[in-house]
Structure formats: C-alpha cells, structure tokens
C-alpha cells in the first residue's frame, strides 16, 4: 500500500505544470474509481478521452500481460508482430496505406507536420512551406504543434516560434481561403476542437478545406488525436462527415490507456520518407502494438459504435432535463460521447469550480476552457453508471447555483 503518499507530495516534488485534483484515485473498474480514501468516483473524464475500454477491461489486461511476458521492446532495428497487426487493421479500417506509430498525439501531429513539408519541399520546392491551423486548436505540446495550436497561451512564453503558420477562423471557410495559398503545404484541423471548447466542424467547412487543399497541393491533416477510436460513434469523425484527409493523427484513445499514437497516411504522401527521415524510440513497441490492437477489436465494432450514439442520448436528454429545471448551459453539444456543455454568460469563467463541485460529489468531469464542462467517459460506460454519474453531476449544478445566486 501507498499510504505515505499524499497529494501534498505532488506541491513538494512534482514540476507545478497541473493542478491535480485533492485525491489520488488508486483504482479502477469500468468507469468507477476509488481513491486512497475509499471515496468512489464514476468517471466521465475518461483519462481526457483515453480510457476508451474504461479500467481494468479484461480483453486489455490480457493483452498486455500476454505480451508483456513475451518481450517488451527491440526498437527500431526490429519489426514485431503486434504493431504489424495493428498497422493492416488500421489500414483496413480506413482511408489510409502507410501507418507510423509514436507515443503521443502531440508526435503524431509533429510527425504529420514534417511530412507535409517534406512533401512539398520535394515536390514543389522550398517556398511552399506554409501551414494554416486555427484559432483555439489544439495540437500538443512540442514547439512546432504549440505553434501550430491556436492558443497562444500555449506557445508565447517559448518564442522564439518556427515560422510560416498562420491561424483562420474555425468553421469560417472565407477566414482559411485567404490564407491558403500555392505556398501553403499543409492545413491541420481537428475534425471536432476538443481543447477549444468541444465544438463539431461545420461539414461545409471541411469539406471547402478539402477543395481549398486539392487545388492547392496541400496536405490536409486531420487531427483525430480526441476525436478518434469511436469518440464520435464512427471510428474516425472523418466518415462522419465523409470528408477524407490525406493525413490523419490519432492517440488518445487507440491505446485505451496505454501510450502510443499514430500518423496515418496515404501511398502518394507516405512515400516521400525514407529510411532515416523520421523516427522514435518507442513507437511501434510491442507492449503498445498488443494493446491497441485489442482496443479496435472491440471499438471497431457496431455494437461498440452504435453504442457511442446511444449513450449520447443517454447523455443529451438527463442533461437537457436538468438545464430544463435549471437553466445553467446555453449549448449542450458535441458528438457521441465527446459532449459539451456550455455555461451561460452570467456563470462564464466558472467551468472549473463545477468540475471541483462534481467531484466532491463522487463523479469525475473535464473541462475545455473556463466555460465549457466537457464528458469523454469510456465508450462502453454502462446505462447504470451514465445515470447515477449524471445524477451525482447534476447534485454538483444544483450547489454551485445556490453558492453562485445572482
Ligand atoms: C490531446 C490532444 C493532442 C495532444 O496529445 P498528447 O498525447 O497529449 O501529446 C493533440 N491534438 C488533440 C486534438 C488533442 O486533443
């Protein structure tokens, strides 16, 4: 046991980049959790959309002790078969031929970034080195996908930046067309901003970039780091919306907890890296390979997938309810269980005090921004736990409006 741990160790030892909440969870069952208390949680944060399976899922348990009494890790000098077996099911299930494999999605996009500019600096030339992002993406946390996110929070304090990024408007095709261009190389966009406030793309908005980058030799990227691995009910958001990118990232929740991430991509693009051009350490190790795996053997089903938009339901309506009784949020949006709520303006700011409440009261929420309280619970969280989870959420808005009368 781990009783001489606290939280205050955390203030003590750990760099102060997050805010933790007061408990350490220490375990975890489906989409409960319990900390060092005993306090039970049901968990609707998911690991911020991670814990696809939720925890402890059998079918994960076994995948990774299986493989982990087998071997581990050989690096890059060595293929294996689970990665090999993950990459033919992802390209199976998508639009894609070549798959690379990392450990974050932040990699992923850092990955993406490099072969569209390589692609054009083959092809076209050096001066076509342009990348268009948006406003309130976000991408991760290296230099170039900070820079490429749209939060500048996020990026001033490290400039010096790379250059040639610029930042359109989400869903505001007319904003992105004036700065796409024939230097532009590559236009990143989440399909649904997660980090920005959990907000779908308009589909005449993706589907104009797609044109805007068919005309102009650019590469459009789809950051699926959030969005993917049946967030959305469908396996990427990209069939949602049937808009096909040339390059999709994905994390998260691939490894249902565990880390790995991937850059998917077609033949034409894929083709320009070659031995030596790009590279990790760990990506594509075993233990990662393994658990993917038998994460989209579960999630790359109907049952699994039909399952998201139910449980959307299952969300929209208690929550609709309850804003019905108390009118708390001006938008309840999002797609399958990526879900957003946003705060009226009388209470904007205050997302964070909620997710504090919610949790005092046994059940786990995110937030994306200071106005919007966001779910991204297991894809397979049971009817009983989205009820009782929502009914504890819902105890939390009923306190935080009689601390907060107007
Ligand atoms: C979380 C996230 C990332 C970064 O992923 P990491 O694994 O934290 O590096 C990138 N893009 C989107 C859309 C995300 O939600």
Request: overall charge negative.
């Amino acid at each position: 046991m781990s009783t001489s741990i606290t939280r205050e160790n955390f203030d003590q030892w750990m760099l102060p980049v997050y805010a933790p909440a007061p408990f350490i969870p220490v375990r975890g069952e489906g989409s409960r959790l319990w900390d060092q208390q005993g306090n039970e949680y049901i968990d609707f944060a998911g690991g911020i959309a991670v814990n696809a399976l939720g925890h402890a899922h059998p079918a994960l348990c076994k995948a990774l002790s299986e493989q982990a009494a087998r071997f581990w890790h050989t690096g890059n000098g060595y293929t294996n078969e689970p990665v090999l077996k993950l990459a033919k099911q992802l390209l199976d299930a998508t639009f894609a031929d070549r798959a690379f494999f990392c450990n974050s999605g932040a990699e992923a996009n850092e990955a993406a970034l490099k072969l569209a500019r390589k692609y054009a600096h083959d092809t076209f030339g050096p001066q076509k080195s342009g990348i268009v992002a948006f406003k309130n993406a976000f991408h991760g946390r290296t230099l170039f996908t900070v820079s490429a996110g749209g939060q500048p929070a996020y990026s001033q304090d490290f400039a010096p930046l790379p250059p040639q990024i610029q930042h359109a408007i989400y869903n505001d095709l007319a904003s992105a067309s004036v700065l796409i261009n024939d230097d532009t190389c590559a236009v990143i966009v989440e399909p649904m901003q997660g980090e920005g406030g959990v907000v779908p793309a308009n589909q005449a908005f993706l589907q104009g970039l797609r044109e805007l980058c068919t005309r102009h030799n650019a590469v459009l990227i789809f950051d699926e780091v959030q969005t993917g691995v049946g967030r959305t009910g469908e396996l990427y958001a990209y069939m949602h919306y049937g808009v096909t990118p040339d390059v999709l990232t994905t994390a998260k929740a691939l490894g249902g907890g565990f880390p790995i991430g991937a850059m998917l991509t077609t033949e034409t693009f894929g083709k320009v890296m070659n031995v030596g051009t790009h590279g990790t350490t760990y990506g594509g190790n075993p233990l990662a390979g393994a658990v993917a795996g038998a994460v989209l053997d579960i999630v790359n089903t109907p049952e699994t997938l039909d399952g998201v938009k139910q449980r959307h339901q299952w969300f929209v309506e208690q929550l609709m309810a309850f804003n019905d009784r108390h009118p708390l949020f001006s938008d309840i949006r999002g797609l399958g269980l990526l879900i957003g709520c946003q705060l009226v303006t009388e209470h904007a700011g205050k997302a964070k005090q909620i997710s504090q409440l919610a949790a005092a009261e046994g059940v786990m929420v995110l937030i994306a921004g200071g106005n919007v309280v966001r779910f991204a619970p297991a894809l397979n969280i049971s009817e009983e736990e989205v009820r009782t989870g929502l009914t504890r959420f819902t105890r939390a808005c009923e306190k935080f409006l009689a601390e907060n009368i107007s």
